[in-house]
T-cell receptor, first 118, second 113 residues
Framework: EAQVTQNPRYLITVTGKKLTVTCSQN?????MSWYRQDPGLGLRQIYY???????DKGDVPEGYKVSRKEKRNFPLILESPSPNQTSLYFC?????????????????FGQGTRLTVV | AQSVAQPEDQVNVAEGNPLTVKCTYS??????LFWYVQYPNRGLQFLLK??????LVKGSYGFEAEFNKSQTSFHLKKPSALVSDSALYFC???????????FGTGTRLQVFP
């Protein structure tokens, strides 16, 4: 089954304690991204990756890091979490438009990770 | 700059009535347009997309959307709403030369029995 898997689904942590949210996809997608969802703000892109070892900042990258060592995995790292990073996080993946697969341009999303930083 | 507007935070409709969830966009060139739905405690699920061709696109669960280039709109519609359609709906746009999705702020659809 085609899917994007995020872990954990729920996480409560304390300010300053490093954490990693994992994301894995089994569709051989080139493009992966992380979003945070906040009430009234919709989904905002944190970081994205166009392929292995190619990552770049999205719209709200402060306080986050990512890596893309393998095509299927795209972990989100919070080196020193703060309460303003309390949010619902989604990982997404898709084929890249540059690959020419116009029929498969929709993104697939993970189930989400609800993070609370106290 | 690309942007998506969903002017209604919430739409209320009685079961069996038609529903419309509005979306307008701003993007350079021809857009790719998408609708996603989010049920409680779930991720976003793809509903439908417009890439090219017929302006009326049909998607999952009986939903459809009409692309209107002159009004830069992509409203989501369904002829007869179900209580189970109650969820949060997001419109998104992707410029033709990028992979990045830009989302609207979402519209909560409440269908009353």
């Amino acid at each position: 089954e085609a899917q994007v898997t995020q872990n954990p689904r729920y996480l409560i942590t304390v300010t300053g304690k490093k954490l990693t949210v994992t994301c894995s996809q089994n569709m051989n997608h080139e493009y992966m991204s992380w979003y945070r969802q906040d009430p009234g703000l919709g989904l905002r892109q944190i970081y994205y990756s166009m392929n292995v070892e190619v990552t770049d900042k999205g719209d709200v990258p402060e306080g986050y890091k990512v890596s893309r060592k393998e095509k299927r995995n795209f972990p989100l790292i919070l080196e020193s979490p703060s309460p303003n990073q309390t949010s619902l996080y989604f990982c997404a993946s898709s084929f890249s438009i540059r690959g020419g697969l116009l029929s498969s341009t929709e993104a697939f999303f993970g189930q989400g990770t609800r993070l609370t930083v106290v | 700059a690309q942007s998506v507007a969903q002017p209604e935070d919430q739409v209320n409709v009685a079961e069996g009535n038609p529903l419309t969830v509005k979306c307008t966009y701003s993007v350079s060139g021809n857009p790719y347009l998408f609708w996603y739905v989010q049920y409680p405690n779930r991720g976003l699920q793809f509903l439908l997309k417009y890439i090219t061709g017929d302006n009326l696109v049909k998607g999952s669960y009986g939903f459809e959307a009409e692309f209107n280039k002159s009004q830069t709109s992509f409203h989501l519609k369904k002829p007869s709403a179900l209580v189970s359609d109650s969820a949060l709906y997001f419109c998104a746009v992707r410029a033709i030369n990028t992979d990045k999705l830009i989302f609207g702020t979402g519209t909560r659809l409440q269908v009353f029995p």
